[in-house]
Structures are given as structure tokens and as C-alpha cells.
């Protein structure tokens, strides 16, 4: 498989994930133009795209999806909850409702949603396997069993490394919204989010990508930082990128 964080971030959220001549798109929340410039930048076309799966409602995840997926006649995947609580699609045969445990199958690529904590109504992970496995994990309070659980088999995370504590504490953020980022239904930490990896990956992970970083309460300087604490342990080297809230990472090979 091949995959691509073409924008991670609160302004917008889009991945894209290949095999062979299927590829589908995880979360659409930049615009319409933007994922096509996006794509082109890596070489790709929307008209392979065969499926979108989004995560919850927040709208750094959906921005593009309706017009989109109208414009290519794409599918959209979400759990129901998702689905009542944002406009998704103005075309309702595009649309189809998963639970959040369910997968499904797009030519070899089997992409199976799981629960995860985040202030949403039913938000959703997602793996995509076809014998390597990539997991998608944004968006998340703290490393519940869930994300243990898929952490630890992985051969590919896009994973949250969302703020450095110090910097949000000390920011100018108003105290209800520090409290909410922190608490278990926010967004993880920096060190939470190494310390998951560090606990939980095996030494199958090749590529770990740092997502979603807050654009005031981090630095890609200081997330990667961070995940040094994974040369604690020996035989252990995923290699570690960033993904942007601007351009799309490279296309990695998995
Ligand atoms: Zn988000
Ligand atoms: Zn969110």
C-alpha cells in the first residue's frame, strides 16, 4: 500500500491510502480544491478514489466531503451518529452508514473502523489492511484499549501527537478549552502519545507519521522532541515524520 497525510491539523484533515488501482481517502476536511491540488502534488487523481471514510462530524474533517464526493460520485462511510450530526452529503444514495466496529472491504483493502475517545457523537479509526496494516489515529482523548490494541500491530500509524503540556499551560488559551484539550474526550498529548508508542508499537512499525499537531500549542521541533524517548528501547527504529496542515507528506511505501 501507499499512503500520504495530504493535510493534518484543526484546518483540515485528509489521508490518502492506495492499493494497486483502489485508493481511498480518510477524513476530507480541506477543501474540494485543495485535495485535488493536493493529489496532483503526489502524483495521484481523484478519479481512483473509491471511498471516503470519515472519522466524526468536526468540520476539520468533512470540509470537502460533500462536494467531492458529488463531483467523482464517491461513497461516504461514517457512523450513523456522524451522519445525523453534520451535512455530510446533499446526496443521500452517496452515503453508507457503518457501525463503529464494522469494516469494509475496497478491492484488497479491508478498512475497519474502531472507537475512540474524542468529545464527538460517535467518533471512529480506522486500519487499512491487505496484510500490512495502517493505522489512522487522530483525533483522540487518551490512548484508550482501542488505540493500544492497534498501536501495538501496526505496520504504518498516522498518530495524534496533538500539544506539549508546557506550552499549553502556559499559552494564552482561556481555561475551559485547556481543560477540554487535556481531558479524556480532547486531544493527546505529546508525551502520552510516545509514551503509547513506546509501551505498545513492535518493532514491525516502520513509519510513524506525528499528526494532527496543535498549530499554537507545538512545533515539529518539539514533537519529535518528544518521541526520543524511543531510542529507550533497542532494536526499535520506526522512522518519524511529520504530517503538515499545508502540504502533503510523501508517498510512503508500505
Ligand atoms: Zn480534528
Ligand atoms: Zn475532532
Excluded at 95 to 120: L, Q, T, Y
Excluded at 205 to 217: A, D, G, M, P, T
Aim: proline share 4%.
Amino acid at each position: 500500500m501507499k499512503a500520504s497525510a495530504l493535510a493534518s491539523g484543526s484546518s483540515g484533515n485528509c489521508f490518502f491510502i492506495e492499493d494497486k488501482r483502489d485508493s481511498i481517502l480518510v477524513d476530507a476536511g480541506i477543501s474540494t480544491k485543495q485535495i485535488i491540488l493536493r493529489l496532483g502534488l503526489i502524483g495521484k487523481n481523484p478519479e481512483n478514489i473509491k471511498a471516503i471514510f470519515i472519522t466524526h462530524e468536526h468540520s476539520d474533517h468533512i470540509r470537502g466531503a460533500d462536494y467531492l464526493a458529488r463531483k467523482f460520485n464517491i461513497p461516504i462511510f461514517a457512523t450513523k451518529k456522524t451522519i445525523e450530526n453534520c451535512d455530510i452529503c446533499s446526496n443521500e444514495d452517496l452515503i453508507n452508514p457503518i457501525n463503529n466496529n464494522e469494516s469494509v472491504d475496497i478491492g484488497r483493502m479491508r478498512i475497519e473502523a474502531f472507537s475512540k475517545s474524542h468529545r464527538a457523537f460517535d467518533p471512529v479509526s480506522y486500519n487499512i489492511s491487505n496484510g500490512n496494516k495502517i493505522s489512522i489515529i487522530t483525533d483522540i482523548g487518551y490512548a484508550c484499549p482501542n488505540v493500544i490494541s492497534n498501536v501495538s500491530d501496526s505496520d504504518m500509524l498516522f498518530l495524534e501527537s496533538n500539544h506539549d503540556v508546557d506550552i499549553l499551560e502556559n499559552g494564552h488559551y482561556p481555561y475551559f478549552l485547556k481543560k477540554w484539550i487535556k481531558s479524556d474526550i480532547g486531544h493527546i498529548s505529546n508525551i502520552d502519545a510516545a509514551n503509547c508508542v513506546l509501551e505498545n508499537a513492535r518493532s514491525r512499525l516502520k513509519y510513524l507519521v506525528l499528526s494532527h499537531l496543535s498549530e499554537n500549542n507545538n512545533t515539529p521541533q518539539v514533537a519529535l522532541d518528544s518521541f526520543s524517548v524511543l531510542r529507550k528501547r533497542n532494536r526499535f527504529n520506526p522512522r518519524i515524520f511529520i504530517s503538515d496542515r499545508y502540504c502533503p507528506t510523501e508517498l510512503f511505501n508500505i
